[in-house]
């Protein structure tokens, strides 16, 4: 009996600390979510007071209609082509780039100023992009793949160099020792100890690529996109409901597929 | 002209730590030589800078390979790319890259020597790869030159490094503990390699070593160090178990495992202190500064 009390006793400051914290960051996520209310114009009763008008909405879209499929399965394909050259050309740029933006490999003074404009590719949304290659190109779907291409660059660029900066150093050491130059130790040293995972995660950018370049015609820069969007401001919701489930379907196969690749590979 | 000089070399790691104080060794061409000493007493440490891959305190004065300057006063200069190919480096495992071929592996000895514009898209000759596959040949993997170095046993990978060596045409071998994670049988490989490639070479071998008796067998010259000094620098049958049991005293106090300790010293004591033939019959040890145990022990 004593000893229990005296466990519980030793116990007790430690679960008091712990549930204040709780308490705390409870209050702190509530405050958030109050503070975030208006801004976010959350109106629940919407969605009740609308239910027949939303329903009806949603049976616009069934059946889905099929009957221009071959066009669909077009634009898709364009989709995929369009995904397919951003990263690609966004994984050739991205192996300069990482390795400059490796501490390991290079001088601060490289590193620093290259991942710097990494940052910026990436911090700004291929969507973005996308409306400015559109005024500098025209519409179309080389917009889309500058824009694919510019942002998953600051991507794998990144990615890149997370990988070459937790590589092995001695088997590099032992190139470097045999009086072989530096271009040599990263050629030799290093990409062969990163090249899984860098097939690894230029395939898993080539997924989100796809779903990208689905939006991307949105803005006019090619793909699915451009039919959905007009299939939406038209009220033709059925074939926006054909097309949806196609890009559904394309975007898991496609995502099977890869994962499947990225196995075989790590 | 010595193959190996290294004069009044220091080395402070952050936190006043002083791996190396005041290093200074000849080694002649054509001599192996065995470096000993408990853990943490600067072997590694004098090697990779005798390698020319890390740097001296500014006090330090000179090193040097066959004549050829690797650092003085702690700076590397920038030529000592061209004078690492003449040295070949051995660490105690890692040496490879995994996923590359045993051939290509050897192959990067080829690097410091030939064309860069050839050998950055991995273009080697027919030649290069012959000398390569006779490196392999001569430690005695050939039948292994295809497989990936990460399937190679430890032992074989090894002799794949000391392989890249000999097709660095490297004129000094340093090698740093090559038999530290080896079993016995696999370890006489290795050794018999080295010392191969010295008697026949000529190759100056300078070969770090935690079993005493190793180097008592395959090397006529020891040099023993302690917390980043050389205590002794001699014909390695002068070796004797109390001043083995000195040297490795400091470790034997931190591990509780004296048994292993004990086992040790037997080991080195009941084997014959056979010197091997000396190669090309260098004065072992002629010109050793040799620091008694007597006078060592006495502080
Ligand atoms: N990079 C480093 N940074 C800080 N201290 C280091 C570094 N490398 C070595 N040292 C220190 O220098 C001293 C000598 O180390 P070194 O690795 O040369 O010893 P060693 O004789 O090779 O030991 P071992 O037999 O365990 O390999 C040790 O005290 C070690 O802690
Ligand atoms: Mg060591």
Known sequence: MSQALKISDLTLPKAHKRSIMNIIGWGILLALLAWSWEGADMRPMALIDDAENMSQFAASFFPPDFTEWEMYLEEIIITIQIAIWGTVLAVVMSVPFGILSSENIVPWWICQPTRRLMDAARAINEMVFAMLFVVAVGLGPFAGVLALWIHTTGILAKLFSEAVEAIDPRPVEGIRATGANALHEVIFGVIPQVLPLWISFSLYRFESNVRSATVLGIVGAGGIGMLLWEYIRGFYYAETAAVILMIVATVSLLDMLSQRLRKMVT | ?299
């Open chain 2, 1 to 299: 002209m010595s193959a190996i000089s290294v004069q009044a070399l220091s080395k402070t790691f952050s936190g006043n730590a002083k791996a190396l104080k005041e290093i200074s060794l000849t080694i002649e061409e054509g001599e192996m030589v065995a470096l000993i000493g408990a853990s943490g007493s600067g072997k590694s440490t004098l090697i990779r800078h005798v390698a020319g891959l890390v740097s001296g305190d500014r006090s330090s004065g000179e090193i040097r390979v066959h004549g050829n300057l690797i650092q003085r006063s702690g700076r590397i200069p920038r030529k000592v790319r061209q004078h690492r190919r003449h040295i070949g480096v051995v660490f105690q495992q890692f040496n490879l890259i995994g996923r590359l071929s045993v051939l290509t592996n050897v192959l990067m000895g080829v690097l410091g020597t030939a064309p860069a514009f050839r050998t950055i898209f991995g273009i080697f000759t027919k030649s290069e790869k012959r000398s390569a596959l006779q490196a392999l040949e001569r430690v005695g993997i050939e039948s292994h030159a295809d497989k990936r170095a990460d399937k190679l046993s430890g032992g074989q990978q090894q002799r794949a490094a000391i392989a890249r060596t000999i097709v660095q045409g490297a004129r000094v071998i340093l090698a740093d503990e090559p038999i530290a994670s080896l079993d016995p049988a696999s370890s006489r490989k290795v050794m018999d390699n080295l010392s191969r490639v010295n008697r026949d070479d000529n190759v100056t071998v300078l070969v770090s070593l935690h079993q005493v008796d190793y180097a008592i067998q395959y090397c006529p010259r020891t040099i023993a160090m302690r917390d980043g000094q050389i205590v002794f620098d001699g014909a390695s049958d002068k070796l004797t178990p109390a001043f083995l049991q000195e040297l490795y005293g400091a470790e034997s106090v931190k591990l509780t495992n004296e048994e292993k300790q004990r086992e040790t010293f037997a080991e080195a004591e009941v084997k014959p202190v056979n010197t091997p033939e000396t190669p090309h019959g260098l004065p072992v040890g002629a010109q050793a500064k040799t620091v008694t145990p007597e006078t060592q022990f006495v502080q």
